[in-house]
């Protein structure tokens, strides 16, 4: 089995791939106070609650754009299964060619969706990655990492929102039924849901008048299931794409080790 962990500042998702088919996905809650003890502990229960041998995942890789947990994480993988995870970094041989100012500044999270959808999807590829940050990756027609959008984050600007204003109430986050709202919940909802699919279409709009193509448009992310009902005509919704990225630069890495020997 391969274990693939991305560490996000709100959450760390894992995913366990049995035979190159991903099985299992958990998720735990980012907390940079949180000890490598206590994340050990959050990985036994979900092992063994889910009957997993730590012992048969022979390979581990971790993205993080969180630096304090990395070294935690990588510590209790090496405990619990007994190997040393691959970290993506700047070294890293990903295969993603980047036609970007500053290579260094760009997040292994983004790097691993890139190389997750380029393994699945004709270029020109518009990624739209919604987690603590909007992120829109284009990919272009050489497979190249050229551009990217970003923006605060779906919960981040509600939050936001909620926080500096004397009389709006703090809701939860849902799809409301209709566009415009009769009552306070659903206004703010609806500013949430809706004003970002506005957004990501207009920008997407923009991004293919750029450069000139017409693109495949993929969606994912953790806030991207408030989304994807409206966007299901211009996007392909894939939920775990951040796995399937790190698999492929799992696999590669590998096999150029072997080359090398």
């Not at 991305?6 to 000890?35: M, W």
């Not at 012992?55 to 304090?68: C, F, G, H, R, Y």
């Given at each position: 089995?391969?274990?693939?962990?991305?560490?996000?500042?709100?959450?760390?998702?894992?995913?366990?791939?049995?035979?190159?088919?991903?099985?299992?996905?958990?998720?735990?809650?980012?907390?940079?106070?949180?000890?490598?003890?206590?994340y050990l502990a959050?990985?036994?229960?979900?092992?063994?609650?889910?009957?997993?041998?730590?012992?048969?995942?022979?390979?581990?890789?971790?993205?993080?754009?969180?630096?304090?947990?990395?070294?935690?994480?990588?510590?209790?993988?090496?405990?619990?299964?007994?190997?040393?995870?691959?970290?993506?970094?700047?070294?890293?041989?990903?295969?993603?060619?980047?036609?970007?100012?500053?290579p260094s500044e760009?997040?292994?999270?983004?790097?691993?969706?890139?190389?997750?959808?380029?393994?699945?999807?004709?270029?020109?590829?518009?990624?739209?990655?919604?987690?603590?940050?909007?992120?829109?990756?284009?990919?272009?027609?050489?497979?190249?990492?050229?551009?990217?959008?970003?923006?605060?984050?779906?919960?981040?600007?509600?939050?936001?929102?909620?926080?500096?204003?004397?009389?709006?109430?703090?809701?939860?986050?849902?799809?409301?039924?209709?566009?415009?709202?009769?009552?306070?919940?659903?206004?703010?909802?609806?500013?949430?849901?809706?004003?970002?699919?506005?957004?990501i279409s207009k920008?997407?709009?923009?991004?293919?008048?750029?450069?000139?193509?017409?693109?495949?448009?993929?969606?994912?992310?953790?806030?991207?299931?408030?989304?994807?009902?409206?966007?299901?005509?211009?996007?392909?919704?894939?939920?775990?794409?951040?796995?399937?990225?790190?698999?492929?630069?799992?696999?590669?890495?590998?096999?150029?080790?072997?080359?090398?020997?």
């Open positions: 089995m391969i274990l693939t962990i991305d560490i996000g500042n709100t959450v760390i998702a894992l995913g366990i791939f049995k035979e190159n088919k991903l099985v299992h996905v958990f998720n735990l809650d980012t907390d940079n106070k949180r000890s490598s003890d206590l959050d990985l036994v229960m979900l092992f063994r609650v889910h009957q997993i041998d730590p012992k048969l995942i022979k390979e581990a890789i971790i993205s993080s754009v969180v630096p304090i947990l990395t070294s935690s994480f990588v510590e209790n993988v090496t405990k619990l299964c007994g190997i040393e995870p691959l970290i993506v970094g700047r070294k890293t041989k990903t295969g993603l060619p980047l036609r970007v100012d500053n760009l997040g292994a999270d983004l790097v691993a969706v890139s190389v997750g959808a380029i393994n699945k999807f004709k270029s020109p590829i518009i990624i739209v990655d919604y987690g603590t940050a909007n992120k829109f990756l284009y990919i272009d027609n050489n497979g190249a990492l050229a551009g990217a959008i970003f923006t605060p984050g779906l919960t981040i600007s509600y939050e936001a929102l909620v926080n500096r204003t004397a009389q709006l109430p703090s809701v939860s986050l849902e799809k409301p039924n209709n566009i415009l709202g009769k009552n306070t919940k659903d206004c703010l909802n609806s500013g949430a849901v809706y004003g970002n699919v506005a957004m920008l997407c709009e923009m991004i293919e008048k750029e450069v000139g193509f017409k693109c495949s448009k993929i969606l994912t992310g953790g806030n991207a299931k408030y989304l994807k009902d409206e966007l299901k005509d211009e996007f392909i919704y894939e939920e775990n794409l951040i796995h399937d990225g790190l698999l492929t630069i799992l696999l590669k890495t590998k096999g150029e080790s072997k080359n090398e020997k």
